[in-house]
């Protein structure tokens, strides 16, 4: 089902016994990232922390278990979704032998524009509150870790557009906040938000850049997933929500958000403006990224609904709640591979202890010798599968996420001699 906005999810988690409500004060600094840690860990509830010292009540622990990571894509489980995929991917590309096969298939594609995001001319629930001199300290910002370089945005959808072609992208980006208006974007050069940041540098100028927090949950997933470049985020996000997403355009600049946001953050990065220091971040691995030189986001506007709730995860020795979101797309994504790519792969897993793409275990039906080296390959240059540090390929009917079993395969049948490949590539220290 689709939710308008973060307290729609809110009332769904309340009333699924999903959701621990905390009523006295907790200090967005260190102290909420202490007690979230030990809760994520334990697979607890998600937290609704209802004092923050500001107006807005913080929402975290959302997606930290398999029912609620369901439930923010709609779907009562992640293999739901998967499995509509596959049905989908199927029926567009396999033969129709048919003219009623021909017929079922026209209307999955006329099911599917159904799902494209449209632009409306009003405004949305999103500019309900509309603050024109912005102050980034009115919301819980969190400090997770100690050595942590500042406060950090943590789950911003960040919207950006190409100017030479004009297509979007939706990324989520850590921003560190170093002023009333100001954040340290942290766009590394192999994302697609600094491919446009490089294309907006050789125009000139200011780039427009907004930021979205909240809203459908669908849409936090969809940011963080591994679609092709120019592929809009907000298709995946209405064909999981089962309807179309609405946009609005910005107040202060031309770019589209969701028009159920809870939070709108508009403003621009000068590419002509010198870069800033931004980091430590305690990160995935359970090490503080290193500190380097980000552009720096200039906020000209905020604006929100009436009851808009401020989203937050935290990163740090795994298990956290990112698990969950690479759990979602090992299933998700598992019939593109298959489909596209590698039609000899059955199954593949990201082990919460290798924090998503680090370490990427494969199943493969085996038909001919050397078949293990060719996935291996082809993986390494599919999107994110670019920064694993090890990808394992097995085959037969070993359970992959039965790690004694696994072990014992690997084991047994490799040879350290002929069954290694090494490779160097880009790595991504963080997220």
Same mark, same amino acid.
């Given at each position: ?79 739901? @979704? ?9 029926? /567009?590309? +396999?033969?129709? *032998?048919?003219? =009623?096969?021909? %017929? ?120 963080? @997933? ?9 298709? /995946?996000? +209405?064909?999981? *929500?089962?309807? =179309?997403?609405? %946009? ?184």
């Amino acid at each position: 089902m689709p939710y308008n906005g973060l307290n729609s999810f809110v009332r769904h988690l309340d009333e699924s016994g999903e959701l621990e409500r905390i009523k006295p004060f907790v200090n967005p600094e260190l102290e909420i990232t202490e007690i979230t840690d030990r809760i994520a860990k334990s697979e607890g509830k998600a937290l609704l922390f209802e004092n923050t010292g500001t107006a807005f009540p913080l929402l975290i622990n959302a997606f930290g278990s398999e029912s609620r990571m369901a439930d923010a894509i709609g779907r009562n489980n992640l293999g739901e @979704a998967g499995a509509e995929i596959l049905d989908l991917f199927s029926m /567009l590309t +396999g033969p129709s *032998r048919s003219f =009623k096969g021909g %017929l079922k298939s026209l209307s999955q594609l006329l099911r599917l524009a159904s799902f494209m995001p449209s632009r409306s001319r009003w405004k949305g629930s999103c500019q309900e509150v509309v603050i024109n001199d912005p102050d980034l300290s009115v919301f819980p910002v969190l400090r997770c870790w100690p050595f942590d370089g500042g406060r950090f945005i943590t789950l911003p959808m960040v919207h950006t557009v190409n100017p030479d072609t004009g297509s979007s992208n939706v990324g989520m980006y850590r921003m560190q906040v170093t002023g009333k208006t100001t954040a340290g974007m942290h766009w590394q050069r192999h994302k697609t938000g600094a491919a446009h940041y490089e294309a907006w540098k050789n125009k000139g100028g200011r780039m427009p850049v907004s930021v979205t927090l909240g809203g459908d949950p669908v849409y936090t997933y969809a940011a963080t @997933a591994p679609l092709p470049e120019n592929i809009s985020e907000y298709i /995946l996000a +209405g064909f999981l *929500r089962k309807r =179309k997403v609405q %946009l609005v355009r910005c107040l202060t600049n031309n770019l589209y958000v969701p028009a159920d946001a809870d939070i709108v953050i508009e403003g621009y990065v000068d590419t002509s403006e010198a870069m800033i220091w931004e980091g430590p971040f305690g990160d995935h691995t359970g090490f503080y990224s290193l500190a380097d030189w980000y552009p720096v986001f200039h906020v000209t506007c905020i604006s929100h609904r009436r009851d808009a709730v401020y989203p937050a995860t935290i990163v740090g020795v795994p298990p956290q709640e990112d698990a969950w979101f690479a759990r979602a797309t090992e299933r998700l994504f598992l019939a593109p591979v298959k489909m596209a790519l590698l039609p000899e792969v059955s199954d593949f897993h990201m082990p919460d202890a290798g924090v998503a793409h680090n370490l990427v275990v494969v199943r493969i039906r085996k038909s001919y010798p050397g078949q293990g080296m060719k996935v291996i390959s082809s993986l390494f240059g599919a999107g994110q599968m670019m920064f694993s540090k090890y990808i394992v390929v097995v085959s037969g009917d070993v359970d992959i996420r039965n790690y004694r079993e696994l072990f014992v395969n690997i084991s047994v049948n490799t040879s350290m001699a002929s069954d290694l490949v090494f490779g160097k590539g880009p790595l991504a220290s963080s997220v």
